[in-house]
């Protein structure tokens, strides 16, 4: 029975709440608290916040840039985003201290990411295809999934989930009487009213997006399928028997065809053109053919699919991933070498860490486990990098560059991540998805020794079925490696910032 209101949850600002003093100068730092806390006490937002200017970002350099459908509308406004921050960190709060929020939705919360999302669906899919089940990866695509949010729904859904008085009012004042303004090559459109829709680029847009399509979590469970999202990106997934393939198709077009129903009716729109199915076979499983319709569309499976900027194929090998990974690398390298004789080397470093060294990062503990043929590619990247940020010749030792560097290998950078994750999952701040698959070791008797001190129990592979592949399990890979660790880090009660972050500079 717990309520969101402006006395127990609204907290009045003090100057000290931006905790970073260089972001806001301390001359404006008073009178800005004051602005968010008259907005809060009030639940009024100020009419002067509630005017956008749209900034039109192409959604992908590959697009023509001629058709207006390949942007995507971002608001700027300052003063209105440090509001937003304010009332989002409140809200997120709430919603966790009195479990509001879809365990399986992992956009914009704390200590949730899209590796951390990803890591659960592909640990689920590699998990039933070491038992010889074949599975169904659908990824939903929503058109226009911000910008067709229905003002009265999502203040009703708010209302359901405890917010009242004038944190409701507050949350109404946000979302009615917004304009926005078009700019572009330096004009400006006339302003226009924005009647649905949550700000694209706001702070609380997405989080508000979360709470709107909540209800869609329960919709598909009925039909027996997993799911798991991050914002507007929706995965459904279901293992089942090579026996049961000729059912699959009319499950998944009935389970289709219910969240087709349940976007009308919350005006969004399920867009099946765009929607990706990936009939993933069982270890030792024949192949199968799939064919689903659905509202007369319909949805076969592809070999690969875009998931959350990661390639996923239909034997999870991560080879169509590593393969996109290195062309991207490739083509970054390729445009610094061009001016690398115009920077010095710490401006090439920057350059290759954050357009080369972070690609190679994004995501990679789904690589854990795989065959060092198969990380040879994103080595010989990582190789050519250090390189070109000494400007030394191809064929140079890199061991040597690596240690001035501050970088670990590939195949270290992906084991310190994911122990990384491991340790965020024993000491409790990593997701509940990721914390169920690790369980501490309990001995059968009272140890006197301390090595055993904050051990994991790993999983018993003996005797079954696809032990080679159930070997790349982070449930497996994870409290192997954690139990190799030295006590001390084990039992260590933090993990520095730098740490958390990256293993770059990490050596």
Not at 206 to 221: D, E, K, N, Q
Not at 222 to 231: G, K, L, P, T
Not at 424 to 442: E, F
Not at 475 to 500: D, F, I, M
């Amino acid at each position: 029975n717990a309520k969101l209101r402006p006395g127990v949850v609204t907290t009045r600002l003090t100057p000290s709440w931006c905790n970073r003093p260089q972001d806001v100068s301390s001359n404006i730092l008073p009178f800005l608290t004051s602005i968010i806390n008259s907005s809060l006490t009030s639940g009024i937002v100020p009419a002067s916040f509630k005017t956008a200017r749209i900034k039109p970002l192409l959604k992908k350099t590959t697009l023509n840039t001629t058709d207006i459908q390949n942007y995507r509308p971002v608001s700027l406004s300052f003063l209105s985003k440090t509001l937003e921050r304010a009332v989002a960190n409140q809200l997120s709060s709430y919603l966790s201290s009195n479990n509001l929020l879809d365990p399986h939705q992992s956009g914009f919360k704390k200590a949730h990411s899209t590796e951390t999302a990803l890591l659960a669906v592909t640990e689920s899919l590699r998990a039933a295809r070491a038992s010889s089940l074949s599975s169904v990866l659908i990824l939903l695509d929503l058109s226009a999934a911000f910008d067709t949010v229905n003002h009265q729904i999502l203040l009703a859904t708010l209302a359901e989930l405890g917010i009242a008085e004038s944190a409701l009012s507050w949350f109404t004042s946000y979302l009615t009487n917004r304009t926005y303004q078009v700019t572009w090559n330096g004009s400006l459109s006339k302003p226009c009213t924005l009647e649905t829709g949550v700000p694209q680029g706001s702070v609380l847009g997405p989080l508000l997006f979360s709470l709107y399509t909540r209800s869609l979590g329960s919709v598909i469970a009925s039909h027996s399928f997993s799911y798991h999202c991050y914002a507007d990106d929706t995965q459904l997934f279901l293992s089942f028997p090579s026996s049961e393939k000729t059912l699959i198709a009319t499950r998944i077009s009935e389970c289709l065809a219910d969240v087709s129903t349940w976007t009308t009716a919350h005006h969004l729109r399920l867009n099946l053109n765009k929607t990706e199915l990936l009939l993933i076979p069982g270890k030792d499983c024949p192949h199968m053919d799939l064919l689903v319709t659905v509202e007369n569309i319909t949805v076969s499976p592809s070999p690969t699919a875009r998931n959350l900027g990661v390639v996923l194929d239909i034997q999870l090998s991560c080879t169509a991933n590593i393969t996109a990974v290195t062309r991207s690398c490739r083509f970054a390298l390729y445009n610094i070498r061009r001016i690398r004789p115009l920077l010095t080397r710490e401006a090439a470093q920057l350059l290759v860490q954050s357009l080369v060294i972070s690609r190679l990062d994004y995501c990679n503990s789904l690589l854990a486990g795989l065959p060092a043929s198969a990380i040879k590619p994103l080595q010989r990247i990582q190789n050519a990098a250090a390189r070109l940020v000494f400007n030394l010749p191809k064929f140079c030792h890199v061991t040597p560059l690596f240690r001035d560097l501050h970088w670990l290998p590939v195949v270290a950078r992906i084991k310190f991540k994911t122990m990384v994750l491991a340790y965020k999952a024993v000491d409790g701040t990593a997701p509940a998805y990721l914390q169920a698959l690790l369980k501490p070791h309990t001995p059968a008797r009272s140890l006197r020794s301390t090595t055993s001190a904050g051990r994991l129990e790993p999983p018993s592979l003996r005797a079954t079925k696809g032990h080679s592949a159930k070997s790349q399990l982070f449930s497996v890979l994870g409290p192997q490696w954690w139990n190799e660790l030295p006590a001390a880090l084990r039992v260590a009660h933090y993990l520095p910032k730098k740490t958390q972050d990256s293993p770059i500079d990490s050596a």
